[in-house]
């Protein structure tokens, strides 16, 4: 897969390698109130998610229309990136291809009401393979609504 691709299908928690993303996943699942919620944005704490520190971006989801607030840039996006996202909505992202398929998964997040799991290695310019793995963990409002997004992510090599 390459950023220029539209999100469609997110790959299953099965093939995740990164123990750290697992761990992530396990704390925000045990964190549901009951199977067919999802757990409360309110009750975020970072703390929480210590297996993830420094690669988790956490972004407010704004409605009317649908975008996606940097609340927390991570540390590590930021060094990937190479700019502070805090503060911006997603479509502050440097490149634009990139930009439009974060966004995909985001908006495939709030539709479908479930994590969505991205595995992909990507060709560097100097002809190395960078493997990374990432998971977008949504989070409701009192009212049901998809608030919050929990963007974990890892770089494999």
């Given amino acids: 897969a390459s950023p220029g691709h539209l999100f469609t299908e997110s ?9 750290r993303l697992r761990q992530v996943y396990d704390i925000w699942h045990a964190k549901r109130p009951r199977p067919d919620t999802l757990p409360l944005a309110e009750t ?3 703390l929480d998610y210590r297996a993830g520190m420094g690669w988790i971006n956490l972004l407010a ?14 540390v590590s996006g930021v060094s990937y990136i190479g700019k502070d ?5 997603v479509d502050a992202y440097p490149e634009p291809q990139y930009r439009g398929y974060v966004r995909a998964v985001y908006e495939a997040t709030v539709e479908r009401r479930a994590p969505q799991i991205v595995i992909e290695d990507m060709f560097l310019t100097d ?3 960078m493997r990374w793995e990432g998971m977008t963990l949504p989070l409701q409002d009192e009212s049901g609504k998809v608030s919050l997004l ?8």
């Avoid at 989801?61 to 991570?74: A, E, N």
Wanted: aromatic share 12%; with cysteine.
């Fill in 11 to 19: 790959r299953s928690l099965e093939e995740v390698r990164s123990k």
């Fill in 44 to 46: 975020f704490d970072i």
């Fill in 61 to 74: 989801v704004q409605y009317d229309p649908l975008d996606f607030m940097f609340r927390v840039h991570c």
């Fill in 85 to 89: 996202l805090t503060g911006q909505s």
């Fill in 127 to 129: 002809r190395r393979v």
């Fill in 150 to 157: 929990i963007v974990a992510f890892e770089i494999l090599s």
